[in-house]
């Protein structure tokens, strides 16, 4: 089974709509990530957690929130969509040894 | 702030090529050095790293060598092979209580038969 696994795979919904994308997790790792990819921009980040207790804006959170339910789990919603929020998401957990980071095998989400 | 800038893409090689994409970071202190790879209709992967000065990393045929002096990390591999077609992330990351990582915008590599 897949260290990091990310629901739904894919995703298309309307503008105004919630949205909740889900990622669970099997290292054990605190640390966990939620990027977004567009092309030609690489990887930005969303948000990061560093344990249950500890969530932290990235570098482009505005229309994104959190969740960490769990050591393992770590959610990101989007409260009221908009066709700019048109990516790939994927979340990660790192190592706090190595710094190595593990990923999910992202979500493709669609705002029309 | 922290940035990586990576040799604008696409790369098109022919199999059996020598391959180079160019990195160069700007940072305080002393990070550690990542080339994550995302194949086709997937998430990214480690495919080496370097966490000091003169640190070599190598997997799969890749090497790159982490040059504090020229600030960069450049990725090469002596010989192409159609499945290394991929997109190629050079990323850093610093220690302490920080470990995000920053990366580059991604080098699409095509290499044909």
């Known amino acids: 089974d897949a260290d990091v696994t990310q629901t739904p795979r894919n995703r298309i919904t309307k503008t105004g709509k919630r949205i909740m994308l889900e990622c669970s997790q099997t290292k054990g790792h605190d640390r966990m990530y939620w990027y977004r990819q567009d092309p030609g921009l690489g990887l930005r980040l969303i948000y990061y957690s560093f344990d249950v207790k500890d969530i932290n804006k990235g570098e482009i959170s505005d229309g994104y929130s959190v969740s960490r339910q769990a050591q393992a789990k770590f959610s990101l919603s989007l409260e009221s969509a908009i066709p700019n929020q048109t990516a790939l998401y994927f979340c990660a957990t790192s190592d706090p040894v190595s710094n190595e980071q593990y990923f999910g095998p992202g979500t493709r989400l669609t705002v029309t | 702030g922290d940035s990586v800038t990576q040799m604008e893409g696409p790369v098109t090689l022919s199999e059996e090529a020598f391959l180079t994409i160019n990195c160069t970071y700007t940072a305080t202190g002393y990070p550690s050095l990542f080339w994550y790879v995302q194949y086709p209709g997937e998430g990214l992967q480690l495919l080496l790293k370097a966490t000091k000065a003169d640190d070599k990393g190598s997997n799969k045929g890749f090497e790159a060598t982490y040059r504090k002096e020229t600030t960069s990390f450049h990725l090469e591999k002596g010989s192409v092979q159609v499945s290394d077609s991929a997109v190629y992330f050079c990323?850093?990351?610093?220690?302490?209580?920080?470990?995000?990582?920053?990366f580059g915008k991604g080098t699409l590599l095509t290499v044909n038969p």
């Open positions: 990323a850093l990351s610093k220690g302490g209580s920080n470990y995000k990582l920053t």
